[in-house]
């Protein structure tokens, strides 16, 4: 875990954080094997690799929680990243989660009991090189549980929600399951993040 010392983030942009991380995403100018410092609003949050947010909730407290992945911190090519700041943007932890593979976070939600729950993408654990993976933590950013969903082929998750159950549900791309080659995928879950029932949507393939 990494504190506030280490790592202070520039307050003026906080809300921003997602949209300039996806940016430079999609130019493809940047990669978890590239060792660039990154100047600027990135240089005051990252290492010298790339580390990049996708989601970001206002919390209980009045201060942000940001969702995203790491290629400097944590265990593999890219972990899971959790960012925990107060209502002025200063850092107040920060947890990774992840396995020797390529895991990215993509969405966040602040739980009922006051935890957080990390919907995204696993190359580091499931039974394919790419499935849902659903992240349980306490309010301090502990892992409390985790879950894949997926099939042989690739499925990635880019968004996740707590239902009025207590349960989950994660919304995302599939090509194990559906008639298309790649289709829309909802996958529902029970509080402990057990399946309950899973849909893909999308027509067949193209002639």
Not at 35 to 62: C, L, N, R
Not at 94 to 101: K, L, M, N, P, V
Not at 107 to 133: E, K, N, P
Request: hydrophobic share 30%; with cysteine.
């Amino acid at each position: 875990m990494l504190g506030e010392s280490a790592l202070r983030p520039n307050r003026k942009y906080l809300v921003a954080v997602a949209f300039l991380a996806v940016v430079c995403g999609v130019t493809g100018t940047i990669t978890c094997a590239d060792a660039t410092y990154i100047p600027g609003w990135f240089g005051t949050w990252d290492g010298t690799k790339h580390d990049e947010a996708h989601s970001v909730v206002q919390t209980s407290d009045g201060g942000y929680a940001l969702a995203g992945y790491t290629c400097f911190y944590g265990a593999g090519g890219s972990d899971f990243w959790l960012v925990k700041t107060d209502p002025a943007g200063n850092m107040q932890w920060s947890q990774t989660y992840g396995g020797a593979g390529y895991d990215e976070a993509h969405s966040v939600v602040q739980t009922s009991d006051g935890g957080y729950a990390l919907a995204g993408s696993t190359g580091s654990f499931g039974v394919s090189g790419s499935d849902f993976w659903l992240v349980k933590t306490d309010s301090a950013g502990k892992m409390q549980w985790n879950k894949t969903y997926g099939g042989e082929k690739y499925d990635e998750g880019h968004s996740g929600v707590q239902t009025s159950d207590g349960g989950y549900a994660l919304a995302g791309g599939t090509s194990s399951f559906g008639a298309g080659g790649y289709d829309f995928w909802l996958v529902k879950t029970d509080s402990a993040g057990n399946m309950q029932w899973n849909k893909p949507y999308g027509g067949g393939p193209k002639g």
